[in-house]
């Protein structure tokens, strides 16, 4: 089988930065494939009519990353209730600075002993709720080991109990 001179150079410069994984299913893997391939023309084609500037591939998808963060206006089409501030993670600078302490969550009218599910736990996919929440940060958290992981480590999720580094 013969290959016409830019099909090696292709996949050599789409094989970089590929997104393709075993266990992805399969229109996810298609739609990653899309992508890489839609932004690596993008750059070829960049490389070919900017005489200047010169970008490395990395620094043209960070580029085109930042550009489609900054001008996106898929917030403003999203629901009102799809808009509500998540509560896992969603400022971590602010929770890992300060001082936080375990509290009860209050009472309700509704409830006199209330429960909800600790963030950390949920992230970790673990079923669990606690009666105890952080009150600076207004979310819920197991006082062992889940409150200090989500005040200390930037990613509480991925926090394996076997490992010590962050």
Not at 11 to 31: C, G, H, I, N, T
Not at 100 to 113: D, L, N, T, Y
Not at 137 to 159: E, I, M, N, Q, S
Request: charged letters at 30%.
């Amino acid at each position: 089988m013969i290959r016409w001179g830019g099909v090696h150079r292709n996949d050599q410069l789409s094989k970089y930065y590929s997104f393709a994984r075993k266990v992805m299913k399969v229109w996810k893997k298609e739609f990653f494939f899309l992508m890489n391939t839609m932004v690596l023309q993008g750059y070829i084609i960049y490389k070919k009519y900017a005489a200047q500037s010169e970008m490395t591939q990395s620094e043209f998808r960070l580029a085109v990353v930042r550009e489609l963060i900054t001008t996106s206006k898929c917030i403003e089409l999203l629901p009102k209730h799809a808009q509500r501030r998540s509560s896992v993670d969603s400022e971590p600078l602010l929770r890992l600075a300060g001082r936080h302490f375990p509290a009860f969550i209050p009472c309700s009218e509704k409830k006199e002993h209330p429960q909800r599910k600790c963030v950390v736990c949920t992230a970790r996919k673990i079923r669990k709720e606690s009666i105890y929440w952080c009150s600076e940060c207004k979310v819920a958290l197991c006082v062992v080991p889940c409150f200090g992981d989500y005040h200390l480590r930037k990613h509480y999720a991925a926090y394996d109990d076997n490992s010590d580094s962050d």
